[in-house]
């Protein structure tokens, strides 16, 4: 692992905005004391800070063909990301709201909330509108994870292999797929954050540009919100900065295994429960028994194919127990319902859990 400075702005500006969001928590914490769980935003707050910190060491080699793809990344989260949400915002400002000066004042923070209240009563009212708002979520939580597998399997299998590129640009197919990982990845939690900073700037009374959230991210988030989450920075953010250190410590086949099983085994056991499950538990409680039992075993084949494909080297047997590790231990904090948000609990645990047995059964 080589130190590079080129990454230095990489660093500063997540760090710096890990402590942006814990502002932020504060206040909300402040204003909204039964609504805000602080604890998740001081975790979130240290994977930002860890985020940072490692983003430099990620890269084994230091030569100039990686500096190059080093630097542009660069370029790339800390230019041009916050470039784009600012021509989206200037955008709104210039040009929608100019059109339309009466849209500021519809476009206000209890008009949002109204409108996903009435979307929330119709999923108490009717379990088909409870399901479709449900798959929304789910799907918005699995589109970190689908296309981080998609950039290895193109840069290692396609970029790399098949079209031979590494012998051009002077990097392997893994350095590539390092750098399209770190640099989507990394830019894409810059994008959230930034709109959330946005969405929540409504804690700032007399200072708030909520009414530059653009209308069709308003839509998205009132399909794919909690409740509680209004009150809280969107979980996409938590699920990658959750992931960052995986991706960094772990083997890529645990990686996606655990990547997959914190976004398909969560969204199976929510969606299969809501569809099909009958008995409660706890009795109070939004789950089900089905779903359950859906989360575990979504998560054991996904474990076990995943790991299959990246982990050759393990028979079939292996395969079983470590995916079974990572599949009870995601059983395990699904019927625990600790506070602490899940996109964070579970690719942490359960990469833990898969890693011990996986280290156990390779050495």
């Given at each position: 692992?080589?130190?590079?400075?080129?990454?230095?702005?990489?660093?500063?500006?997540?760090?710096?905005?890990?402590?942006?969001?814990?502002?932020?928590?504060?206040?909300?914490?402040?204003?909204?004391?039964?609504?805000?769980?602080?604890?998740?935003?001081?975790?979130?707050?240290?994977?930002?800070?860890?985020?940072?910190?490692?983003?430099?060491?990620?890269?084994?080699?230091?030569?100039?063909?990686?500096?190059?793809?080093?630097?542009?990344?660069?370029?790339?989260?800390?230019?041009?990301?916050?470039?784009?949400?600012?021509?989206?915002?200037?955008?709104?400002?210039?040009?929608?709201?100019?059109?339309?000066?009466?849209?500021?004042?519809?476009?206000?923070?209890?008009?949002?909330?109204?409108?996903?209240?009435?979307?929330?009563?119709?999923?108490?009212?009717?379990?088909?509108?409870?399901?479709?708002?449900?798959?929304?979520?789910?799907?918005?939580?699995?589109?970190?994870?689908?296309?981080?597998?998609?950039?290895?399997?193109?840069?290692?299998?396609?970029?790399?292999?098949?079209?031979?590129?590494?012998?051009?640009?002077?990097?392997?197919?893994?350095?590539?797929?390092?750098?399209?990982?770190?640099?989507?990845?990394?830019?894409?939690?810059?994008?959230?954050?930034?709109?959330?900073?946005?969405?929540?700037?409504?804690?700032?009374?007399?200072?708030?540009?909520?009414?530059?959230?653009?209308?069709?991210?308003?839509?998205?988030?009132?399909?794919?919100?909690?409740?509680?989450?209004?009150?809280?920075?969107?979980?996409?953010?938590?699920?990658?900065?959750?992931?960052?250190?995986?991706?960094?410590?772990?083997?890529?086949?645990?990686?996606?295994?655990?990547?997959?099983?914190?976004?398909?085994?969560?969204?199976?056991?929510?969606?299969?429960?809501?569809?099909?499950?009958?008995?409660?538990?706890?009795?109070?409680?939004?789950?089900?028994?089905?779903?359950?039992?859906?989360?575990?075993?979504?998560?054991?084949?996904?474990?076990?194919?995943?790991?299959?494909?990246?982990?050759?080297?393990?028979?079939?047997?292996?395969?079983?127990?470590?995916?079974?590790?990572?599949?009870?231990?995601?059983?395990?904090?699904?019927?625990?319902?600790?506070?602490?948000?899940?996109?964070?609990?579970?690719?942490?645990?359960?990469a833990l859990a898969i890693f011990l047995v996986y280290s156990f059964l390779t050495n």
């Amino acid at each position: 692992m080589v130190y590079n400075f080129i990454n230095l702005p990489i660093t500063i500006f997540f760090i710096a905005n890990g402590f942006g969001q814990l502002y932020y928590a504060l206040k909300l914490r402040k204003k909204f004391p039964e609504d805000h769980n602080l604890l998740n935003s001081f975790i979130v707050f240290i994977l930002w800070i860890l985020a940072g910190i490692l983003y430099p060491l990620f890269y084994i080699r230091d030569n100039y063909n990686i500096r190059w793809f080093q630097s542009l990344s660069v370029q790339i989260i800390c230019i041009y990301a916050p470039l784009l949400v600012f021509f989206i915002l200037f955008y709104q400002y210039q040009i929608i709201l100019k059109k339309d000066p009466m849209l500021k004042m519809r476009r206000t923070i209890e008009n949002f909330k109204s409108e996903f209240e009435l979307v929330n009563n119709q999923n108490k009212n009717s379990k088909k509108a409870h399901f479709s708002t449900d798959l929304h979520r789910k799907s918005f939580h699995l589109i970190p994870a689908i296309v981080i597998i998609l950039l290895w399997f193109f840069a290692v299998e396609v970029w790399d292999n098949l079209w031979n590129a590494d012998l051009f640009w002077g990097i392997t197919g893994e350095e590539y797929a390092i750098f399209l990982i770190l640099t989507v990845g990394y830019t894409g939690i810059i994008i959230f954050a930034a709109l959330d900073y946005v969405r929540l700037s409504y804690i700032f009374e007399n200072r708030t540009i909520y009414h530059l959230m653009p209308k069709n991210v308003s839509n998205l988030l009132i399909k794919t919100l909690k409740p509680i989450e209004i009150y809280e920075f969107t979980k996409p953010v938590a699920l990658i900065v959750s992931l960052v250190p995986i991706f960094f410590f772990l083997p890529f086949g645990i990686f996606a295994a655990v990547a997959l099983i914190a976004s398909i085994g969560d969204g199976a056991a929510s969606i299969f429960g809501i569809r099909f499950g009958r008995i409660h538990f706890p009795k109070n409680s939004e789950k089900t028994i089905i779903g359950y039992i859906a989360g575990f075993l979504c998560s054991l084949g996904i474990g076990y194919i995943i790991l299959g494909v990246f982990e050759s080297s393990l028979y079939p047997l292996e395969l079983l127990l470590v995916s079974f590790s990572g599949a009870i231990v995601f059983l395990i904090i699904d019927l625990l319902s600790p506070k602490i948000d899940d996109n964070i609990l579970n690719p942490i645990f359960c990469a833990l859990a898969i890693f011990l047995v996986y280290s156990f059964l390779t050495n």
